[in-house]
């Protein structure tokens, strides 16, 4: 039995707690909200897993140093936008070679950093692993059989991770490509907005797989020159979790597309779905990364342009569909 702690107690955060705990290791959850941590010490329930019972020997703190202290193991999962000023506050905490795997799905604006270059980047001292792949934190912490993928720099630490995590229900393969993995995991978020705003439309399932198919090209086109590999994009972070995230209610995501495309403003969706919708907060920064490294990212730049420059749905499904007659890939090398 590990000591493992869950920094973040979103649906994703005690979800994994709860796989850990039945794995046999003793699970900590921090959360800087009290009121968060008392309604955890006293349902043993998260409001957001209904009917979902977390077992009696997790225990709960709002202490960072209690969490952080003596643990084999660290899952950040607190929302991407907070990755960075978290990871800073467990600075004093986190011994040498401390595993940290990320979980949070996310690129930040103004460095367009992953997650875990922020995280490297705060706490030079860790050993950082990620975590991602097809896994609605409903179904996991359902016992429903999900798959994922975890990234690391050796595979020494990849299979470590997979260790702690692999169970009946939940099956963890490993990969070398962080890039590749983060990318596919943030990317695709952007893209389940625009599947959400085409559903919003009143689209129907030929849209919706147009808007996936052309939206792994464009996180494979960025995500190769970045140094990702183009295996990754065609796995569980890639196509994988882009399938899941946009065609299910349990998407966030998709869920504020929807309210966008029937004509709610960005803000007015995000407050209706109560919860954090990633894709918002990465969609300036694909877009910046498209700039950065010369690659055409049209689906991206039209969700962009519905939340923050006040285009209309219709008139950004217009543009796309009106785009200019070219091939499907480079096929250069093949001959008519």
């Known amino acids: 039995m590990a000591q493992v702690s869950i920094i973040g107690t979103g649906t994703w ?17 921090w959360s800087a909200i009290p ?38 193991l660290l899952v950040l999962s607190v929302p991407s936008v907070f990755t960075r000023g978290v990871a800073r506050q467990m600075k004093p905490f986190v011994k040498e070679g401390q595993l940290i795997v990320d979980v949070a799905k996310g690129i930040e604006e ?8 922020q995280i490297e980047e705060e706490l030079s001292m860790a050993n950082v692993a990620v975590l991602s792949g097809p896994s609605h934190a409903e179904e996991v912490s359902r016992k429903i059989p999900t798959t994922c993928v975890a990234g690391a ?28 993995i983060e990318l596919g995991g943030a990317l ?10 085409s559903d919003g439309l009143g689209c129907g399932d030929n849209t919706k797989a147009a808007l996936m198919t052309r939206g792994i090209a464009e996180i ?16 569980l ?40 919708v990633e894709g918002v907060y990465s969609a300036k920064a694909a877009l910046a990364l498209g700039k950065k490294y010369g690659v055409s990212l049209p689906i991206i730049e039209q969700v962009n342009a519905v939340l923050f420059d006040g ?5 950004a499904l217009a543009d796309l569909m009106g785009r200019d007659k070219t091939a499907e890939a480079d096929f250069s090398s093949v001959e008519w």
């Open 110 to 117: 103004s460095t367009l950093m992953t997650m875990s270059q």
């Open 153 to 180: 720099r050796d595979k020494e630490t990849a299979q470590t991770v997979q260790n702690f995590f692999m169970s009946p229900v939940f099956r963890i393969y490993t990969s070398p490509d962080i890039i590749g």
């Open 13 to 29: 955060g005690i979800a994994l707690g709860i796989m850990l705990a039945e794995n046999g290791h003793q699970v900590t959850a």
């Open 220 to 235: 494979s086109r960025l995500g190769v020159k970045m140094g990702g590999h183009p295996e990754t994009f065609s796995g």
């Open 35 to 72: 009121a968060e941590i008392e309604q955890l010490k006293a349902t043993y329930s998260c409001k957001n897993l209904p009917g979902v019972r977390i077992p009696d020997s997790i225990t709960f703190t709002t202490s960072l140093e209690e969490a952080c202290t003596k643990k084999e």
């Open 311 to 315: 285009k209309s749905a219709k008139e």
């Open 188 to 197: 695709k978020n952007v893209i389940a907005l625009a599947a959400g705003i």
């Open 237 to 276: 972070s890639g196509i994988g979790d882009l399938i899941v995230t946009c065609t299910s209610m349990h998407s966030r995501n998709r869920r504020a597309g929807i309210l966008i495309g029937q004509g709610k403003s960005m803000q007015e969706a995000m407050d209706e779905v109560q919860m954090v």
